[in-house]
């Protein structure tokens, strides 16, 4: 425990130090691209590596992470979307539950489905409740999890969520705009969550400038994920020397 991954968020958070994280959906990547992009990554400001997306053909996560770490040393983190993304290759997994959401199944059913992959696994599984917030259009994540985004100005909703996920033991809370979404999670909403929160805070999804990057880090976000900036443009990894 002492060098888990998970330590080591939660001090950089104590010290204010801050974390990004490359986000690679195995559907959307090209695995002959992986060397490459990889290496780009190496280069950057980047500190942490997430694999995961909504709908991603079985075994690909698996391979897809195999090829990842051996052209890095940076942890590769699974973020899944479903049970069939679970890979023993990954360094940890954020075993998420929808807390936003009322749906049983992103609560606890494919918790309980995945526990026949994860017992004997290496990975350090991290308890993190995941919060989806409303950006002005339909994601990925709504469609296929069937629930509710949380409304952007009911504060007080997102941070009583939040905090009910602290007090069940989840170690971090992660706030989802959705990948692609058209406005971030606001600084308001950032901010509100972090001043009553005491573990780590993960903010992601429609962050495709270094200011936004700024403004997200700024109202309290510990690690922010970027996915669709990278995908789109190798390039974004320039502008970001932070
Ligand atoms: C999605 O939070 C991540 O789950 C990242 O979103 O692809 O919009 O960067 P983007």
Partial sequence: MEN???NSLYEASEKGKKLL???IDPDKFELSNTKNFIEKVNQSVATHIFVGGSSVAEHLTDILV???KEHTQLPVVLFPGDVT???NKADALLFLSLISGRNPEYLIGKHVASVSKLRGANLEIIPTGYILVQNGKETAVQRITATVPMPRN???SIVDTALAGQLL???LI???AGSGALHPITPEIIQSVKSELQIPLIVGGGIRNKSQLE???KAGADLVVIGTAFENDESFFDDLKL
């Fill in 169 to 171: 033991g989840m170690k």
């Fill in 21 to 23: 994280a490359v986000l």
């Fill in 66 to 68: 195999s090829e990842i």
């Fill in 174 to 176: 992660y706030l989802e």
């Fill in 154 to 156: 009911n504060i007080q």
């Fill in 4 to 6: 888990s991954l998970y």
């Fill in 215 to 217: 403004t997200a880090y």
């Fill in 85 to 87: 993304q679970i890979t």
